[in-house]
């Protein structure tokens, strides 16, 4: 016999509110429905990688750039996606974690405030139409970047 969980869902397509890059660290978890409610997101699509924006602004290959740079593009394409919202968080193993920064937070601040706007910059240049916001998540909460 099949295990089988019911789910009933609706079939209808979607108008994304915004494309979200967010590092799969589940410690964060609680800050993206945080962000999904404080900014009213009702329908997103969540690209979930190790590391948030690093594949942009720092990839270990281009191959990685060019991989989330197809993920944002296919969400523009069929869900009509009029936002991206890129995500860097503390800690985060993808950039060898605080200590990478010698446990000084303001400095490790800094380096995904730098990381993140040359990854804005990408995806502007290659979305020019799509509004780009910027987050630095930490245990206490979410900061906007300008
Ligand atoms: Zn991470």
């Known amino acids: 016999m099949q295990k089988k969980i019911k789910s009933k869902l609706s079939n209808h397509h979607y108008v994304a ?7 799969y660290d589940n ?28 594949s942009l602004a720092s990839p270990a290959k281009k191959s990685e750039r060019e991989f989330l740079l197809k993920q944002i ?7 009509r996606t009029p936002r991206v ?28 405030e730098k990381e993140l706007g040359n990854a804005k910059k990408m995806i502007q240049k290659r979305f020019p139409k799509v509004r780009v916001d910027i987050i630095f998540v ?9």
């Open 17 to 23: 509110d915004a494309a979200i890059v967010w590092c």
């Open 73 to 79: 593009e296919l969400s523009i394409k069929l869900h």
């Open 27 to 54: 410690r964060f978890w609680k800050s993206f429905g945080k962000l999904l409610e404080k900014e009213k997101l009702k329908h997103f699509d969540p690209i979930v990688i190790a590391g948030g924006a690093k």
């Open 85 to 112: 919202i890129l995500m860097n968080h503390a800690d985060c193993g993808a950039y060898g974690g605080l200590k990478t920064f010698g446990n000084d937070v303001e400095k490790e601040f800094s380096t995904h």
């Open 138 to 146: 930490n245990f206490t909460g979410i900061t906007f970047i300008k």
